[in-house]
């Protein structure tokens, strides 16, 4: 932003001198006078958050000048013309910014053989990402590995400054559509900093090191749903649920006398048909600690 700044300041100062030399008649200190009218034109009060051009009100209404008439009107006009450059301008960097981008996806289209730190890595690149958590997942695929849609929501706010939230979808072609959004980055309460939380690269990582065919509830099942909020590593202790632990490549069954487990919790659902119903369902606890001490209900 601070690059337009200076280009902006010194396209004012090339038609400030551009109407100075256009002068109708001499007048002592004209220059300074055609920033003073320079600055008035600028001057406005915010309504609603709207801002209001009282410069233009005040010279319009009592300023009245007899000589030179013509340039310093056209000096006030300049300085409301940088106003409404001042809105638009990051108004349309940020319309820029959020704009939906396509990214070609690396690998094959199955699930079993997609590579998830490629393509992690590939996007990083493209969009200039630091240190990225993930938010979500959402997978759905098939039995025999035909990914019917892959989304996923991750958040990088390693500069301190801004927080940016990005959308990345992969659903029926070969490339990402991804979309982001910026906003101010807001300190967050300090037990969620101490939370564990999982940046994408990491989480990817698991995937590449697992057989996903290993991770399917129910040998009737025909499509698999992966979903997965907020991975941050907690207690789980639900006893009605089937549930594995997954460390690396292995896949293990987790019995109850084993919680309660910390780990990162992926639920998991089974499609036998083509009904959007849940027939099989279990919980895929990634890096556990089997008979974790919960320390925050001792």
Known sequence: MEYIDLILLGLVAFVLWYWFKRREDEERHLGWKLVGYYLLGIFT???????????????????????????????????????????????????????PREVEAKG???????QFQDNWKKLKEEFNINFAIIEMIDLKYTKDGHIEYFRFQAED?????????????????????????????????????????????QFFRMLDEVDLREMQPGESSKRFHVTAHYLTKSYYAVKENEKYGVTGSEVFEITNDQLPVYGYTVDMCGYSGKVEDCTTYANYLFEPVLNAKDDAHE
């Open 108 to 114: 094959p289209n199955s699930i079993y053989d997609f």
């Open 45 to 99: 009060f915010k309504f609603n958050g709207f801002p209001i051009p009282l410069g233009l009100v005040i010279f319009l209404l009592l300023l009245k000048p007899t000589i030179n008439q013509k340039v310093k009107s056209y000096a006030v006009y300049t300085g409301l013309a940088v106003v409404i450059l001042s809105i638009t301008i990051p108004y349309a960097q940020e319309k820029f910014y959020e704009f």
């Open 157 to 201: 706010h390693s500069n301190g400054i801004d927080q940016v939230r990005y959308f990345i979808e992969l659903e029926g072609s070969e490339e990402w559509h991804v979309q982001r959004s910026r906003s101010e980055y807001e300190q967050p309460p300090h037990w969620q900093e101490e939370q564990e939380k999982l940046t994408v690269n």
